[in-house]
């Protein structure tokens, strides 16, 4: 699966979990086994390649970012911050970041937002400087 791909899933099902009232989530690995005997038998679902680089999954764990379209003109953008202060959500126009919200958050607290918004919107979150990946809505 591509590594985006992981990422994703990654988020979306801390956020289904999350709606369903978990608390905590443990990993079956952080990093990927090595390819013995072969890469067709490794398990290659860690946030972490096996030479220890992060992939975005390792982003998406420690900064979840979900959004949903909720109607034609609204977007529900879901996390949990990775550490307390400001929370800016932002929205990619003419290829520049701009803020459209904020709230103060708590270390590791869950937030929601709900965004007035239409068309098609690249979303993303940012933290203490820290930034989640990003996430696009349809129109």
Do not use: C
């Not at 090595?34 to 096996?50: D, K, M, Q, V």
């Not at 109607?71 to 126009?93: C, D, T, Y």
Request: proline residues 5%; aromatic residues 12%.
């Amino acid at each position: 699966m591509p590594i985006e791909q992981q990422a994703r899933w990654y988020e979306q099902a801390l956020y289904e979990l999350w709606r369903q009232g978990v608390d905590t989530v443990l990993l079956l690995q952080l990093v990927d086994s090595p390819p013995i005997p072969n890469y067709a038998t490794a398990y290659e679902t860690g946030l972490y390649y096996l030479n220890g680089q992060s992939k975005p999954a390792a982003t998406a764990f420690r900064f979840p970012f979900v959004t949903s379209r909720s109607s034609a003109g609204a977007v529900l953008a879901w996390g949990r911050a990775p550490i307390a202060g400001r929370l800016v959500l932002e929205r990619l126009s003419g290829g520049r970041w701009q803020a459209i919200a904020a709230l103060e958050v708590k270390w590791h607290e869950v937030f929601e937002k709900t965004l007035a918004l239409r068309g098609r919107a690249v979303l993303r979150a940012q933290v203490g400087g820290q930034t989640s990946l990003a996430w696009t809505q349809a129109g």
